[in-house]
């Protein structure tokens, strides 16, 4: 019996367990692949600091050169590498992700089109542009110089994509009376967006409408907000919001208006949410199931 009732438990254990790993999984992107950045990247101090050590005229890097570089989808980006008393030796630049060579010197030497080399002469900066960079060049790229052994300057390269954001989450519920209150935040726009336009049930909404009592407050910058304050709640203004900057894509909300009588509203929200909620069913279905499934092979025997 106690046996039983612990396999039981187990299995509700386990089985929530993968549930919830489900619904946290579901939506989240997949991280980037960085694991050998640390190690490697450690390495090259340690031969850095060795060869600096053994020889006073050895090449080194411009402690000043930028390590982290945020680039815009489609938009050119440069990793800059600085070397101080070069001489004869070259610089290359190396992709971690596949250790691909890049480039070497002035040379570019990958067959992919939208890299390039940038070398000035007699300059102290090795340049890798990316034309057209996509997300998936984010990652850890090195600058080498051909000292034996090399040393390597490391730069992370992040790629983002325009975003919008409703702080709210996907779904807001809210009491009749109070202020619908939504930020909507425009990120990694090549610049500050010329308008954030926000509708109401496909509705461009108009301040000056009957309606009264909506006010907005944009701020523009490197993150542009936009929020909107709808007062005093009614029925009528539950729905679909959307807040739309004209270079990024738009964000949505659905605004339930509890009446506060009528909780129902609430679970029709949810019913109508997403692919998180029918995961959930499911999952507990089969954990019902399971549980009766062992119960039943337990009176067999
Ligand atoms: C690089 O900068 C971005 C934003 O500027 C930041 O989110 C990220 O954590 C930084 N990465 C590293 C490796 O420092
Ligand atoms: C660089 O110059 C040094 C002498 O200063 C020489 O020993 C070495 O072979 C040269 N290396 C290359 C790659 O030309
Ligand atoms: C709206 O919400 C933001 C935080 O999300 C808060 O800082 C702000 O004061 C609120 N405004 C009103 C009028 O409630």
């Given at each position: 019996m106690g046996q039983a009732a612990s396999v039981k438990s187990a299995l509700w254990i386990s089985l929530l367990h993968g549930c919830l790993?489900l619904?946290?999984?579901?939506?989240?992107?997949?991280?980037?692949?960085?694991?050998?950045?640390?190690?490697?990247?450690?390495?090259?101090?340690?031969?850095?600091?060795?060869?600096?050590?053994?020889?006073?005229?050895?090449?080194?890097?411009?402690?000043?050169?930028?390590?982290?570089?945020?680039?815009?989808?489609?938009?050119?980006?440069?990793?800059?590498?600085?070397?101080?008393?070069?001489?004869?030796?070259?610089?290359?630049?190396?992709?971690?992700?596949?250790?691909?060579?890049?480039?070497?010197?002035?040379?570019?030497?990958?067959?992919?089109?939208?890299?390039?080399?940038?070398?000035?002469?007699?300059?102290?900066?090795?340049?890798?542009?990316?034309?057209?960079?996509?997300?998936?060049?984010?990652?850890?790229?090195?600058?080498?110089?051909?000292?034996?052994?090399?040393?390597?300057?490391?730069?992370?390269?992040?790629?983002?994509?325009?975003?919008?954001?409703?702080?709210?989450?996907?779904?807001?519920?809210?009491?009749?009376?109070?202020?619908?209150?939504?930020?909507?935040?425009?990120?990694?726009?090549?610049?500050?967006?010329?308008?954030?336009?926000?509708?109401?049930?496909?509705?461009?909404?108009?301040?000056?409408?009957?309606?009264?009592?909506?006010?907005?407050?944009?701020?523009?910058?490197?993150?542009?907000?936009?929020?909107?304050?709808?007062?005093?709640?009614?029925?009528?203004?539950?729905?679909?919001?959307?807040?739309?900057?004209?270079?990024?894509?738009?964000?949505?909300?659905?605004?339930?208006?509890?009446?506060?009588?009528?909780?129902?509203?609430?679970?029709?929200?949810?019913?109508?949410?997403?692919?998180?909620?029918?995961v959930s069913i499911m999952c507990t279905s089969l954990a019902v199931f399971l549980v009766f499934f062992t119960d039943h092979l337990h009176f067999g025997t």
């Open positions: 790993f619904i946290a999984d579901s939506g989240t992107e997949g991280p980037l692949d960085e694991t050998t950045v640390d190690i490697s990247s450690r390495k090259f101090r340690a031969e850095f600091l060795q060869e600096w050590h053994n020889t006073p005229d050895a090449p080194y890097f411009d402690p000043n050169t930028p390590r982290n570089i945020t680039g815009l989808v489609g938009h050119p980006v440069k990793l800059l590498c600085r070397v101080k008393n070069l001489q004869n030796r070259t610089v290359s630049w190396v992709r971690h992700r596949d250790i691909h060579l890049l480039t070497v010197g002035r040379y570019t030497y990958t067959s992919d089109q939208r890299f390039e080399a940038q070398h000035r002469p007699r300059s102290e900066e090795w340049a890798l542009r990316i034309r057209s960079p996509q997300r998936r060049d984010s990652g850890q790229y090195e600058c080498q110089i051909s000292t034996t052994p090399p040393i390597g300057h490391a730069v992370f390269l992040n790629i983002v994509e325009p975003e919008t954001t409703i702080s709210s989450g996907a779904e807001l519920f809210i009491q009749a009376g109070s202020t619908i209150n939504l930020t909507c935040t425009v990120r990694h726009t090549p610049e500050p967006p010329i308008s954030i336009t926000w509708t109401h049930r496909d509705q461009i909404i108009n301040f000056d409408s009957a309606r009264g009592g909506i006010s907005l407050v944009t701020e523009k910058g490197l993150k542009s907000t936009s929020r909107l304050l709808v007062q005093k709640a009614k029925g009528a203004d539950a729905g679909v919001y959307t807040c739309a900057p004209n270079n990024a894509p738009p964000a949505l909300i659905r605004v339930h208006v509890l009446s506060g009588e009528h909780p129902a509203a609430m679970q029709q929200g949810c019913a109508k949410s997403s692919l998180d909620f029918i």
